[in-house]
Nanobody, 115 residues
Framework: QVQLVESGGGVVRTGGSLDLSCASALVIDAFDIWGWYRQTPGGQREAVASVTMAGVENYADFVKGRFTIKRDKWRNTVDLRMSSLEPEDTGVYYC?????????WGQGTQVTVSS
């Protein structure tokens, strides 16, 4: 079983920034693709951003220009850098990684944006 652990969630005011990290015991380059999802209150889990092993990034329209996904090989983490946060960004953020054709998920980290 591959464990993924998110960190960096918290409470921030509208317009603020927050950095999330996803750590794995395996080297991050062993994964084919990494992603961040979120589940907003009363909503379904939705894709936020992804990055492939080749470094191709993809973003949901509602975060383009505000969020950045990066693989940090030195820290062996996959980070989600969030800026210009809005109350609508409130939710539990999950990282996911595909390793040997299986998708693994973290437990999630809470992000709360206050107005």
């Amino acid at each position: 079983q591959v464990q993924l652990v998110e960190s960096g969630g918290g409470v921030v005011r509208t317009g603020g920034s927050l950095d999330l990290s996803c750590a794995s015991a395996l080297v991050i380059d062993a994964f084919d693709i990494w992603g961040w999802y979120r589940q907003t209150p009363g909503g379904q889990r939705e894709a936020v951003a992804s990055v492939t092993m080749a470094g191709v990034e993809n973003y949901a329209d509602f975060v383009k220009g505000r969020f950045t996904i990066k693989r940090d090989k030195w820290r062996n983490t996959v980070d989600l850098r969030m800026s210009s946060l809005e109350p609508e960004d409130t939710g539990v953020y999950y990282c996911t990684g595909r390793y040997r054709s299986r998708d693994f998920w973290g437990q999630g980290t809470q992000v709360t944006v206050s107005s």
